[in-house]
């Protein structure tokens, strides 16, 4: 296993499309949160799951978003009638949360999303 | 409302000399701390981490501060090298106390190290 693996590493897509974004993260990893970066800025928090279970989403995770683990294992981000202002790059961590600490914390590279 | 917040945009140190890296945050319920480094094209890596119990923790070449009565952490990265060269990002989370451990992140100090 070596590390967090994110796909496409780049999409571009006309506006109004549908993208959908994969996160594999590390195996034994029971958490697995989405952010989302622009250019400037540091990353944003946007949803964590605990293994299957979707446990928050951020405001910036508007309608047109969804994210899903089914098996607790991958998870997909889907972004719905795409929109200039989606244009970001996004991450997916992983990490180990036992015993209230959590371990591991680990970056995938992102998929560059550019929105035409 | 930006709950951390790295002042410094930019810092250029040469090499072999130490590199000071702040970062300030406001909300009193974070408890644990990280830093991450991060190059072009690449997703953040994991530098060092602290915990609220801790004022201080070091791993090689990188020590982590911890001033929780003036809200403020610090990263020194001694010797410097060229291959530092990166964006830094701090990052708070109220995880021990809530368990989310979702990060709040500053906007980053972009180091450069120079030969």
């Known amino acids: 296993d070596t590390g967090v693996s994110q796909n496409p590493r780049h999409k571009i897509t006309k506006r109004g499309q549908n993208v959908t974004f994969r996160c594999d993260p590390i195996?034994?990893?029971?958490?697995l949160y989405w952010y989302r970066q622009t250019l400037g800025q540091g990353p944003e928090f946007l949803t964590y799951?605990?293994?299957?279970?979707?446990?928050?989403k951020s405001r910036l995770l508007s309608d047109r978003f969804s994210a899903e683990r089914p098996k607790g294992s991958f998870s997909t981000l889907e972004i719905q009638r795409t929109e200039q202002g989606d244009s970001a790059m996004y991450l997916c961590?992983?990490?180990?949360?036992?015993?209230?600490?959590?371990?591991?914390?680990?970056f995938g590279s992102g998929t560059r999303l550019t929105v035409v | 409302d930006q709950q951390v917040k790295q002042n410094s945009p930019s810092l250029s140190v040469q090499e072999g000399r130490i590199s000071i890296l702040n970062c300030d945050y406001t909300?009193?319920?974070?408890?644990?701390f990280l830093w991450y480094k991060k190059y072009p094209a690449e997703g953040p890596t994991f530098l060092i981490s602290?915990?609220?119990?801790?004022d201080k923790n070091e791993d090689g070449r990188f020590t982590v501060f911890l001033n929780k009565s003036a809200k403020h952490l610090s990263l020194h990265i001694v010797p410097s090298q060229p291959g530092d060269s990166a964006v830094y990002f701090c990052?708070?989370?109220?995880?021990?106390?809530?368990?989310?451990?979702?990060?709040?992140f500053g906007t980053g100090t972009r180091l450069k190290v120079l030969a």
């Open positions: 961590t992983s990490s180990l949360v036992a015993g209230g600490a959590n371990y591991g914390y680990t």
């Open positions: 195996s034994e990893h029971n958490r």
């Open positions: 799951f605990q293994n299957e279970a979707q446990l928050e």
């Open positions: 909300n009193s319920m974070f408890d644990y």
């Open positions: 602290i915990s609220s119990i801790k």
């Open positions: 990052a708070a989370s109220g995880g021990r106390t809530s368990g989310t451990y979702k990060y709040i």
